[in-house]
């Protein structure tokens, strides 16, 4: 399994923009699908975004609404996650994630990162 280090999460202001990255360490990074997920105070861990192993595929939650993109580098076992136009409901800990599978929604998340915390003011 793969070890997820996240990083980027801070303190913005509404209506800015942050990019969250997650650095993999493992030889199997580049064939799996890669996810982000969050968590709000007093909510359940809900799934944002997916990637397939190439980065070719793509898939989000009804509420990103084209404000947030998930990007790989597999040349640099990182995936990304860009937020634009971040409004205090965004405020929660990001979690990277890596699926069993290769393609995207294929199997189970098999290995998580630590988290990173959003935290929008209004």
């Known amino acids: 399994q793969v070890q997820l280090v996240e990083s980027g999460g801070g303190l913005v202001q509404a209506g800015g923009s942050l990019r969250l990255s997650c650095a993999a360490s493992?030889?199997?990074?580049?064939?799996?699908?890669m996810g982000w997920f969050r968590q709000a105070p007093g909510k359940e861990r809900e799934f944002v975004a997916a990637i397939n192993w190439s980065g070719t595929s793509t898939g989000y939650a009804d509420f990103v609404k084209g404000r947030f993109t998930i990007s790989r580098e597999n040349a640099k076992n990182t995936v990304y996650l860009q937020i634009d136009s971040l409004t205090p409901e965004d405020t929660a800990v990001y979690y990277c994630?890596?699926?069993?599978?290769?393609?995207?929604?294929?199997?189970?998340?098999?290995?998580w990162g630590q988290g990173t915390q959003v935290t929008v003011s209004s």
């Open positions: 994630a890596a699926y069993a599978g290769s393609r995207l929604f294929t199997g189970n998340v098999n290995s």
């Open positions: 493992g030889r199997t990074f580049s064939n799996q699908a």
